[in-house]
């Protein structure tokens, strides 16, 4: 079952200048992404820096409103709620953020962390402790821990606190902006595990921001790529390893280093510089940097293409 | 070979206490030769870098060991001494190139003043200027830079990260120095623009013969791009040799557990942690420094630090291969 779905996503930030601070032109941060999440999965959504990919997270969470386009949640348009609706959704819709360090309250302890969020959307009144200690359970902690202040914890164990947090209003579905980046390789494992472990017994549905591929790889069930503010290939991610189609995502995998000198392969360099986001898209979005470029593709947007199994690539050559 | 670091010690000295950050790490590097340091955060890849280049921060010592760079101890070298190893023979690009450029001054501005310090050909010549300038923009097409002329006439600001460190490599490869470090030089950048830097850089290595280190805590990079690789884990070197090696069949437990931990995309993988943290090097364990995290650890694990054995051509420090 459905349990979010972007339609046309669009974000533009204005951008102010002169002494009358007048609207001089836009950032073009989200242009048209579109995608939609299954209960109990996780969706990747990834692309590199300056994709917008962050962007698209903080409208899902209604933390900024979108230009354009539309949130599907449950079924219901979300786009615009307010007031109590929009406090019982952001309940519901929790995010967790690349670097927990900067999402904690340096002065307040794990406990008081804990007891705030669940007393603002009064869970557990009463019995906020016997909580607590459950939720640091849950992410694989003690008690003792609840009276820790976040500078008294490792990388891993923070990041574990803010997914307790998040756990804490009994969420339905968790952004994940970039989990794991902070962390070192040895302990990033431990993360994406227990971000599995806690999806398989409680259902919750992910969506997993990142550039990481081999994160992608390992805990997306599908996966849409975004460059430029655009969406260019959603997938099942085993097909989008297997088979991708999109010029974009064969040189983004492609060029992910591999850590193994007996593979050999032929990588895809691609010329020229990541995209300015000040200059609207014109027709497709990687048209400026595609090898395999036509006039077409500079004119008019790619239309849609299914090539199976709801594999949907945007792209002229799939026409 | 060019350079040779033995038993090098560095201490740094905080509110907290004194942090032993490097505690013993010997490795060799060839004439042209790319070599990689892989570690976490806290293993002492970078200290490793500074001290090479001697720019350890004033709270820092080097305790003890050795950096032979070309046949001269660096470590007894004087401050003056140095500087005429610095820029002219070994050059460095870092993770964050903003950091490196003047944000008031132009590109070409910057890249003109390096050359009429170091570069004996600008010194020598009587149109300085000039030839400065000529050399600049001729450096800037050998990083592949498009419209050299004008980046020479840009703010660091107006160019991207992956313009910024290709002027930084630039200048770098610019004094023609027997060394480039590159620490975390790709880091930053994103993945299709670090496959053209790494790209850059194999090129002009392979042109010039340079010799370069490698630092990245990215083992695909490393895979991709170094001769041989020293793996490194709380200011020690635990396993050092060939990457066809190393990496194919790991030795130390650590890089072991390392390789398992990644997850990849060429294949299925179920990647496993490292269980614990990396240790404190304000107390940093008795004995081996990887003991309490190691599956295999024995008693002489935690009396005793390993000495380098010799297996298959590779460098361990691993009381599983005998003691």
Redo the contacts between chains.
Sequence with gaps: MEVLRVENLAKHFPILGGVLQRTVGYVYAVNDVSFKVEEGETHGLVGESGSGKTTVGRMIVRLIDPTSGKIIFDGEDVTKIKGNKLKEYRRKVQMVFQDPYASMNPRMTVKDMLFEVMKIHGISRGSEYERAVELMERVGMSEEHLYRYPHELSGGQRQRVVIARALSVNPKFIVLDEPTASLDVSVQAQVLDLLKELQDKYRYSYLLITHNLSIIKYISRRTTVIYRGCWVETAETQDLFSDMQHPYTQALISAVPIPDPTVKRNKIILKGEPPNPVEPVKGCPFSDRCPYVMDICREKVPPTTDVGKGHLVRCWLKK | MLLKVEDLRVEFHTYRGTVHALNGVTFDLDKGEVLGLAG??GSGKSVTALSIQRLLPPNARIVSGKIIFDGIDLVKLSEEEMEKIRGRRMAAVFQDPHTYLNPVFKIGRQFVDILKQHDPDVINSDKKEKVAREKAIQMLKEVKM?APERVMEMYPHEL?G??KQRVLLAMAYSLKPDLIIADEATTAL???????VL?IMKELQKKSNISIILIT????????NCNRVAVMYAGRVVEFGR??KV??DPKHPYTQ???R??????KE??????PG??PDLVNPPSGCPFHPRCQYAMDICKEKVPEYREIDGVRVACFLYGR
């Design positions: 976490e955060t498009p991207s992956g313009m994103d993945v299709t623009i670090q496959a053209q790209e805590h990215d083992l695909g990079i490393i895979a991709e990457v066809t990496l194919v557990g390392l390789i931990a990644l997850p990849r995309t060429d993988v179920k990647p496993i942690s490292i943290t990396v």
